[in-house]
């Protein structure tokens, strides 16, 4: 599986960008895969934010996205979406899109890097003024 993350920048508090997770066909026409977005900030460990399943499209979020982040996917471009609204400077990190097995462990454990096998590079975001 291959994912390449882009749409990061430079954009001010309350400001709003859209991520985008381009994915090998493979993924998301199979049924039992999840793309995650994680981010990292610097001197912090990466942490989870959404994540959302290739075949029914259901979505999950962490307390930090919840109310603010919008997880989507686009199964005939192959990609996955994080539209950010209400961005705030602690969302200033580099923010990743990965793939893994739609498994139990993966539902029970989506906001964690562990279940997931494949990354892509990374899409920097900075919030400030």
């Known amino acids: 599986v291959q994912l390449q993350a882009s749409g990061g920048g430079l954009v001010q508090p309350g400001g709003s960008l859209r991520l985008s997770c381009a994915a090998s066909?493979?993924?998301?026409?199979?049924?039992?895969?999840?793309i995650g977005w994680f981010r990292q900030a610097p001197g912090k460990e990466r942490e989870g934010v959404s994540c959302i399943s290739s075949s029914d499209g259901s979505t999950y979020y962490t307390d930090s996205a919840k109310g603010r982040f919008t997880i989507s996917r686009d199964n005939a471009k192959n990609t996955v979406y994080l539209q950010m609204n209400s961005l705030k400077y602690e969302d200033t990190a580099i923010y990743y899109c990965?793939?893994?097995?739609?498994?139990?462990?993966?539902?029970?454990?989506?906001?964690?890097?562990?279940?997931?096998?494949?990354w892509g590079q990374g899409t920097l975001v900075t919030v400030s003024s």
């Open positions: 990965a793939a893994g097995l739609l498994t139990s462990d993966l539902l029970n454990n989506y906001y964690s890097p562990a279940p997931y096998d494949d």
């Open positions: 066909g493979y993924v998301l026409d199979h049924y039992d895969y999840a």
